[in-house]
């Protein structure tokens, strides 16, 4: 069992930034893969993006320019950076983590994953 609390969010206007972060109780080196996740309402939840045990990382292509995703030294801590945000951002974002290795085409599926944080509402005015 893997317990995984996130932190951060909130509300920002427009082109503005948040960090979320999500401490995991054990380290990514025996939990596969964490990635994020996020949930607009009336939607899908669709993929944000991951990070591997060994620091490799994948990000939705929609995401690429304004979103980073990283990891402590530790592997426990994963951190979503999120900049020059748009309404279109606003959504309930939820961190994710499978304990054992899934190919790169699955880090940004939901069924891929085992566990999951608690979410934390994003909210972005124009």
């Known amino acids: 069992q893997v317990d995984l609390v996130q932190s951060g969010g909130g509300s920002v206007q427009a082109g503005g930034s948040l960090r979320l972060s999500c401490v995991a109780s054990?380290?990514?080196?025996?939990?596969?893969?964490m990635g994020w996740f996020r949930q607009a309402p009336g939607k899908e939840r669709e993929g944000v993006g991951a990070?591997?045990?060994?620091?490799?990382?994948v990000l939705a292509e929609s995401l690429k320019g304004r979103f980073t995703i990283s990891q402590d030294e530790n592997k426990n801590e994963l951190y979503l950076h999120m900049n020059n945000l748009k309404p279109e951002d606003t959504a309930k974002y939820y961190c994710?983590?499978?304990?054992?290795?899934?190919?790169?085409?699955?880090?940004?599926?939901?069924?891929?994953?085992?566990?999951w944080g608690q979410g934390t509402q994003v909210t972005v005015s124009s």
């Open positions: 990070v591997r045990f060994d620091g490799r990382t």
């Open positions: 994710a983590a499978v304990g054992r290795w899934i190919p790169l085409a699955q880090r940004l599926v939901e069924s891929a994953y085992t566990y």
């Open positions: 054990e380290s990514s080196s025996s939990t596969g893969c």
